[in-house]
């Protein structure tokens, strides 16, 4: 699986961006899929997760409730919907995937996820 995440930008803080991840291959359903991030000096963070039918989301805390993830299968792609960013929410943002034998398994672990997107750039003004 390749995947290819794009909807980075420039946004002042109080705006939205969405994100995306285009995911090649035809098993894109076989796979629970997830954000993470990486600010600069620090370590790559969960920010979210959705199983591989959609019908699961789970959220780091940091963007609960201001980030929503969201999946469409039929055009092998996830979206994070990002709205009231803040200035910590500076980062670079990829998507992985991970292959998952089950509709209700997320995980949050960056371990656990198998194939990685080149990542996004998303600066917040403040």
């Known amino acids: 699986v390749q995947l290819q995440a794009c909807g980075g930008g420039l946004v002042q803080a109080g705006g939205s961006l969405r994100l995306s991840c285009a995911a090649s291959?035809?098993?894109?359903?076989?796979?629970?899929m997830g954000w993470f991030r990486q600010a600069p000096g620090k370590e790559r963070e969960f920010v979210a997760t959705?199983?591989?039918?959609?019908?699961?989301?789970y959220y780091a805390a940091s963007g609960k409730g201001r980030f929503t993830i969201s999946r469409d299968n039929a055009k092998n792609t996830v979206y994070l919907q990002m709205n009231n960013l803040k200035s910590e929410d500076t980062a670079v943002y990829y998507c992985?995937?991970?292959?998952?034998?089950?509709?209700?398994?997320?995980?949050?672990?960056?371990?656990?996820?198998?194939?990685w997107g080149q990542g996004t750039l998303v600066t917040v003004s403040s």
């Open positions: 992985a995937a991970d292959l998952v034998v089950s509709d209700s398994y997320v995980s949050v672990s960056a371990y656990e996820y198998d194939y």
């Open positions: 291959g035809r098993t894109f359903s076989s796979y629970g």
């Open positions: 959705i199983t591989r039918n959609g019908g699961t989301t």
